[in-house]
């Protein structure tokens, strides 16, 4: 935008308000954006469709060039307004200044002024216009582009979202397939895992009656080998009381006939004393009388007759 400005210009009252800054710096793209209003952007090409980040930098950048543009608009037309405040303000002070050289000065003054603030006014207005004509261009320009990109990227985003929603049926149908399965397999286990515990149960059931049988037979067993054990003994100790009994008997039948034995011949013998006494004393009386013959009497004295013992009560 240019401006024309004259040596009577510290005359022109000041206009209110902050004085545009420049433009925003250019986006890093790939385009030119010196000339990114003379022609089409540039934009980097992605592998489907352009690069969502450039575009969406590209549309933010002409956001704000339209946001910039209308501002400065904006700021031209309250420089534009208070330039006809001043103008009227001027031609007010006109109605009500009276003749003479420092009034004829003031009007010509005035004059000057009023000329140069119309000037300026159409300037700035012409300025405007065609700010505000080369800002609608390339907001338009602008805005087509982005509806371009922006069609472009939604077509982009239908057929990926369409290709993403196509593999997410596939792996929803996938995984369920998987669940499926898994629960199947599942099923499967569970029901062999019931076989195989029912199997041990019943396994555990007949080991335990088993357990019970021979706990039970080993029981009876051990009472038996207990009694016939006791029957052993009994039987045992009877016969050795038994043997016990026949062996006293006859022991005592034995000492019997030992004792008869020795009786009888105790007996004999006694007799055979007695009878040889009876003899020696015979043959002692006859010797006595000198009738025995000297051998008898010889054989009566080399005759000795043992000690009697008395009886046993």
């Known amino acids: 935008m240019s401006t024309r400005t004259t040596a009577r210009d510290t005359d022109v009252p000041a206009v209110d308000g902050p004085v545009p800054g420049p433009l925003h710096e250019t986006p890093?793209?790939?385009?030119?954006?010196?000339?990114?209003?003379?022609?089409?952007?540039?934009?980097?090409?992605?592998?489907?469709?352009y690069d969502r980040f450039e575009v969406d930098t590209y549309v933010r950048?002409?956001?704000?060039?339209?946001?910039?543009?209308?501002?400065?608009?904006?700021?031209?037309?309250?420089?534009h307004l208070n330039t006809v405040a001043a103008l009227d303000d001027a031609r007010r002070l006109l109605d009500h200044s009276s003749?003479?050289?420092?009034?004829?000065?003031?009007?010509?003054r005035i004059g000057t002024l009023l000329a140069v603030a119309a000037d300026?006014?159409?300037?700035?207005?012409?300025?405007?216009?065609?700010?505000?004509?080369?800002?609608?261009?390339?907001?338009?320009?602008?805005?087509?582009?982005?509806?371009?990109?922006?069609?472009?990227?939604?077509?982009?985003?239908?057929?990926?979202?369409a290709a993403a929603a196509a593999e997410?049926?596939?792996?929803?149908?996938?995984?369920?397939?998987?669940?499926?399965?898994?629960?199947?397999?599942?099923?499967?286990?569970?029901?062999?895992?019931?076989?195989?515990?029912?199997?041990?149960?019943?396994?555990?059931?007949?080991?335990e009656e088993d357990a019970d049988l021979l706990r039970q037979q080993a029981a009876e067993q051990a009472l038996a080998a207990h009694l016939q054990?006791?029957?052993?003994?009994?039987?045992?100790?009877?016969?050795?009381?038994?043997?016990?009994?026949?062996?006293?008997?006859?022991?005592?039948?034995?000492?019997?006939?030992?004792?008869?034995?020795?009786?009888?011949?105790?007996?004999?013998l006694l007799t055979e004393v007695e009878a040889l006494e009876d003899r020696l004393a015979g043959l002692r009386a006859e010797a006595a009388r000198g009738t025995v013959?000297?051998?008898?009497?010889?054989?009566g004295r080399g005759l000795r007759l043992p000690r009697r013992r008395p009886r046993e009560g």
């Not at 956001?63 to 420089?79: D, G, N, Q, S």
């Not at 995984?175 to 149960?201: I, P």
Request: negative net charge; glycine residues 6%.
């Open 120 to 161: 300026e006014a159409d300037g700035i207005r012409a300025d405007a216009e065609a700010e505000r004509a080369a800002a609608a261009e390339a907001a338009a320009r602008l805005s087509a582009e982005a509806a371009r990109a922006l069609a472009a990227a939604e077509d982009e985003a239908s057929r990926r979202l």
């Open 168 to 207: 997410a049926a596939t792996l929803v149908a996938d995984a369920r397939q998987v669940l499926a399965d898994a629960e199947q397999a599942g099923a499967e286990l569970r029901a062999e895992a019931e076989r195989h515990l029912t199997g041990a149960r019943l396994t555990a059931r007949v080991a």
């Open 61 to 79: 950048w002409a956001e704000e060039e339209l946001a910039t543009a209308e501002r400065e608009h904006e700021h031209l037309m309250v420089r």
């Open 28 to 49: 890093k793209v790939s385009g030119d954006l010196g000339t990114v209003l003379q022609s089409a952007p540039m934009f980097r090409r992605a592998l489907a469709g």
């Open 99 to 108: 003749g003479g050289r420092e009034l004829l000065g003031t009007s010509e």
């Open 229 to 268: 054990a006791r029957d052993e003994v009994v039987r045992l100790l009877h016969t050795g009381r038994e043997q016990r009994r026949r062996a006293d008997e006859e022991a005592a039948a034995e000492r019997s006939r030992l004792d008869d034995e020795a009786a009888a011949r105790r007996a004999a």
């Open 293 to 299: 013959p000297p051998a008898a009497a010889g054989r």
